[in-house]
Structures are given as structure tokens and as C-alpha cells.
């Protein structure tokens, strides 16, 4: 029905820089928001960021003036840079998108995740 493909994970070094991407593709009427969460080993899963139709965002206190969420309506795709990366920052990101299927059906879809690792 709606699939989200997440790419741009991997290792980096404390300090450095990624840069995920989640594509959303299917039988999508409207995209309402679009998002990423993570979780960690042990921890519960947690909001990163969120971007809405508007462009207003939401953003974790811990990743505020690290991470920047951005949206590309035209290509349905959400991406989350993020800079000064720390080892606290080690989780599986997962994109979340709540989109309409048809004009009065919505719902949220989750991608399977992609692994960020920031170690030395």
C-alpha cells in the first residue's frame, strides 16, 4: 500500500556527518507528516524529528541545532541531516510517514530502519 525506503545509515566518527533519506512510494493520496524516530539498545524508541505539510517541525531537545529534517513534497521524500554527531546518538532511525491512502483514510507507516553508529 505505502512503502518508505530509508537509506544513509552507517558508521561515522564522533563529530562527523550523515545524511538519511526515506522515500515514500504506493497508493498515497496526501502525506500529513513525515518524520524519524530511533532506539537504542535497552532505551524506548524516541521522537527525533517531524516535519508536517506546513514545514513546521518538531525536534528532541538532544538533537536540536545537530539534526535538520527537510521535506521534498514533489519526490515524497523526508531527510534528516545530521551534523556533530555523538556516540549517544547510536540507534536504528526508522522514517515514519502518516499519509492518506484516499481522501478520508489515513494512517502511519514505518520504514524498517537504517543503523547510524558513531563510534571511534
Known amino acids: 500500500q505505502v512503502q518508505l525506503v530509508e537509506s544513509g545509515g552507517g558508521l561515522v566518527q564522533p563529530g562527523g556527518s550523515l545524511r538519511l533519506s526515506c522515500a515514500a512510494s504506493?497508493?498515497?493520496?496526501?502525506?500529513?507528516?513525515m518524520g524519524w524516530y530511533r532506539q537504542a539498545p535497552g532505551k524506548q524508541r524516541e521522537l527525533v524529528a517531524t516535519?508536517?505539510?506546513?514545514?513546521?517541525?518538531v525536534y528532541a531537545d538532544s538533537v536540536k541545532g545537530r539534526f535538520t529534517i527537510s521535506r521534498d513534497n514533489a519526490k515524497n521524500t523526508v531527510y534528516l541531516q545530521m551534523n556533530s554527531l555523538k556516540p549517544e546518538d547510536t540507534a536504528v532511525y526508522s522514517c515514519?510517514?502518516?499519509?492518506?491512502?484516499?481522501?478520508?483514510?489515513?494512517?502511519?507507516?514505518w520504514g524498517q530502519g537504517t543503523q547510524v553508529t558513531v563510534s571511534s
Open positions: 515514519n510517514v502518516r499519509a492518506y491512502t484516499d481522501y478520508r483514510t489515513w494512517q502511519d507507516y
Open positions: 516535519i508536517n505539510s506546513g514545514h513546521s517541525v
Open positions: 504506493g497508493t498515497i493520496f496526501s502525506i500529513v507528516a
